[in-house]
Nanobody
Framework: QVQLVESGGGLVQPGGSLRLSCAASRSIFSGNTMGWYRQVPGKQREWVALITNSGRTNYADSVKGRFTISRDNAKNTVYLQMTGLKPEDTAVYYC????????WGQGTQVTVSS
């Protein structure tokens, strides 16, 4: 059964931090590059960060230097540590493989507001 379960979102003030988690089924996670994506209502889902199975990372320019992606291969889990959050980071955050599959979780809402 394919599963992607995101968690860790919430309401945070500008400049604050959050850590997102995504528990994935082995079929999607194992050996694959994993990524985080985000979507704002009315806009297309955009890629945020990726991590290869060996731990190499890459980031969208908009989050570079503020977000850190990591993974725990033993737990089939990928994380996104977000610091220096800005109002424009407000979105629903999803994880998926890279390239993305047709399977999506429910996402986790991140709201950055004072």
């Amino acid at each position: 059964q394919v599963q992607l379960v995101e968690s860790g979102g919430g309401l945070v003030q500008p400049g604050g931090s959050l850590r997102l988690s995504c528990a994935a089924s082995r079929s999607i996670f194992s050996g694959n590059t994993m990524g985080w994506y985000r979507q704002v209502p009315g806009k297309q889902r955009e890629w945020v960060a990726l991590i290869t199975n060996s731990g190499r990372t890459n980031y969208a320019d908009s989050v570079k230097g503020r977000f850190t992606i990591s993974r725990d291969n033993a737990k089939n889990t990928v994380y996104l540590q977000m610091t220096g959050l800005k109002p424009e980071d407000t979105a629903v955050y999803y994880c998926n493989a890279v390239p993305k599959t047709d399977y999506w979780g429910q996402g986790t809402q991140v709201t950055v507001s004072s």
